[in-house]
């Protein structure tokens, strides 16, 4: 039995040594962990699905950031649990509703909507009770997801980094509908057990997998550390089915990776060998980070590292709010970092202790539209302290934090906004604008920063490319000299930096194909935000600020251009 090939949009994985699914499309090594949304199941009776509800209300009431009247909620749950069925032709939607709203406005506790909802019974919407929550209280009050109580101590073991399971990733969507692990986590229960990446499992302590619903499958998976699983597996290559028992352990997911997506090593610090830069793709936001960046410093001192890049781009997960507190106290010496509000408390300031990592070291941070909640918090504090430059483009992240919450006498948990983060500068606002802005997504003419931001640095020499403002927008035929494919980007002499062409410059001293030591190349319309980091990066290690990089004249770009035609 062989996997077919499949491709990185078509596919589903299902992180299991996380014990979550993951409702997007991933790669295998991709660690992020998000609960599942929870779908449509029965809750049991009617007055079950009452102390739901009121379970529901009151936590929205008690740690919701901005809970909507009391009325309104009630509304929300009205028309999520009622509906009127087809033999009841002479009752008034309307009239329905606004008499159990005026039941439910009544209630006191969860006994008594429970009484409710029971005396309602014949009128309940079973079928569509929690897409009609969702979609209700979405409306009312932004993010709003219902899960589970597993998974939401699933959950907070990935904030802990301490999560229990196998340490697999399963592919759940090939044509046997048999799950497929596809990766292992280095040294996990199976990796030690002896299981290989494309092997199938036909059964999990007995039951059939096939056809089987993902969420049930992680059910099965899971359980308390030190138990046993049994599973039926066989390899792709063969058709031989065995058993093989495995002890649920401890995972560990490291947070930190370097510009490969690789953990962190000494040789992996730096972006380039030949440039004192550092790189690091902070992941996740979780237990293990702060330990990670403490390594991390030690490893930056041994190898020199004079700037350090920290990449925040592309993790829209929510993360932990405590870890990413720690983390940005762990880089400020001393200060605020933000002001919280939790629900209807009132507001504090929390400040940083006088520890500070990579004290002496400048850092840059990169920055997307789906950067984090966690990570934006993070990158807004070092800004406002002036202890870091980002770059990128503003992420949507609006201020408000997303927490799960459980809930009182029904075994599911509710992710709300709970908490809002208010900047320690009064004069910055959310979303979070970058001190460089770049466009991944545009084209370089739309690649300035907003006001009050610094332009992007478009006449500069980077390496062996000579880059001025109209090349941006050049062809290749407008240079008659290309750089191969397979020249160095990076520049082979660490001591040259970063130059700039000047409007009253003459012939003999112009960057042209004749006299330059390297030759100017036609470039792609938008300056990829790598380039515009290791720029910024380059000029603040060798003593010069960012604000030295200053844009080529038009004069000059254009005798420049007509010196390449």
């Given amino acids: 039995m062989r996997l077919p090939p499949f491709s990185r949009l078509a ?12 409702p997007r499309c991933v790669s295998a090594d991709e660690p992020s962990i998000i609960a599942s949304d929870l779908k449509e199941e029965t809750f049991g009776s009617a007055a079950d699905q009452g102390r739901l509800a009121w379970a529901i209300l009151e936590a929205i009431e008690q740690q919701n950031i901005s809970p909507p009247p009391r009325q309104a909620l009630i509304r929300v749950l009205t028309q999520a649990l009622i509906r009127i069925p087809k033999d009841a032709v002479k009752v008034s939607y309307r009239e329905l509703l606004e008499r159990v709203d005026s039941e439910f406005l009544q209630c006191q506790s969860a006994d008594e909507m429970a009484h409710v909802v029971e005396r309602n019974e014949r009128y309940l919407n079973f079928d569509r009770v929690i ?127 370097d510009r490969h997506r690789e953990p962190i090593s000494r040789d992996g610090l730096r972006y380039d060998r030949r440039e004192p830069i550092g790189w690091i793709h902070v992941e996740t936001i979780n237990g293990s980070t702060l330990h990670e960046l403490r390594v991390a410093e030690n490893q930056a001192r041994e190898d020199g590292i004079r700037v350090l890049m920290l990449d925040f781009r592309g993790f829209g997960q929510p993360g932990d709010l405590h870890q990413s507190l720690l983390i940005a106290d762990s880089f400020l010496d001393g200060g605020a970092i933000w002001t919280r ?43 406002d302290a002036g202890r870091a430059k980002l770059i990128g483009e503003s992420p949507e992240f609006n201020g408000n934090i997303s927490t799960s919450v459980r809930l009182n006498g029904v075994p599911y948990s509710l992710t709300m906004e709970t908490t809002r983060l208010n900047r ?38 980077l390496g062996d490319r000579v880059i001025l403002a109209n090349d941006l927008n050049s062809k290749s035929s407008d240079s008659t000299t290309t750089r191969p494919s ?56 060798r003593g010069l600020p960012p604000a030295s990089v200053k844009p080529a004249s038009s004069d000059q770009n254009t005798q420049h251009k007509e010196s390449t035609r």
């Fill in 11 to 22: 596919c589903v994985f299902l992180m299991l040594a996380g014990g979550v699914s993951i």
């Fill in 131 to 257: 897409a009609e929550l969702t979609s209700g209280f979405g409306e009312n009050l932004g993010k709003f997801r219902l899960i589970r109580a597993k998974d939401h101590e699933v959950e907070e073991q990935f904030h802990g980094n301490r999560y229990v399971g196998l340490g697999i990733n399963l592919y759940h969507n090939d044509p046997s509908h048999i799950p497929v692990i596809m990766k292992l986590r280095p040294g996990g229960p199976a990796e030690r057990g002896g299981l290989k990446p494309r092997t199938y499992i036909h059964e999990i302590d007995g039951r059939p997998t096939e056809n089987v619903p993902q969420q049930t499958i992680l059910d099965w998976i899971r359980g308390p550390i030190g138990t046993d699983v049994t599973l039926k597996i066989s390899h792709e290559t063969s058709k031989e089915q065995r058993l093989v028992t495995l002890a649920r352990g401890l995972i560990r997911f490291e947070s930190l990776k």
């Fill in 341 to 383: 509000i939790d629900g209807s408390a009132e507001p504090r300031t929390e400040f940083a202790d006088r520890e500070c990592l990579f004290r002496e070291t400048p850092l840059i941070v990169l920055i997307d539209w789906n950067t984090g909640p966690c990570h934006c918090a993070i990158a807004a504090a070092l800004q």
């Fill in 424 to 461: 320690s500068r009064q004069d910055r606002q959310w979303p979070l604008e970058p001190d460089y802005s770049v466009a991944e997504n545009s084209v370089a003419q739309n690649m300035r920063a907003s006001v009050n931001q610094t332009s992007v640095p478009t006449g500069f020499r």
């Fill in 486 to 541: 397979n020249e160095p980007t990076r520049s082979k002499d660490p001591s040259e930096s970063a130059q700039v062409t000047h409007g009253n410059s003459t012939p003999s001293n112009r960057v042209t194909p004749e006299n330059s030591p390297v030759r100017p190349v036609p470039i792609r319309k938008r300056l990829p935000i790598e380039d515009v980091a290791i720029l910024v990066a380059l000029e603040i290690q």
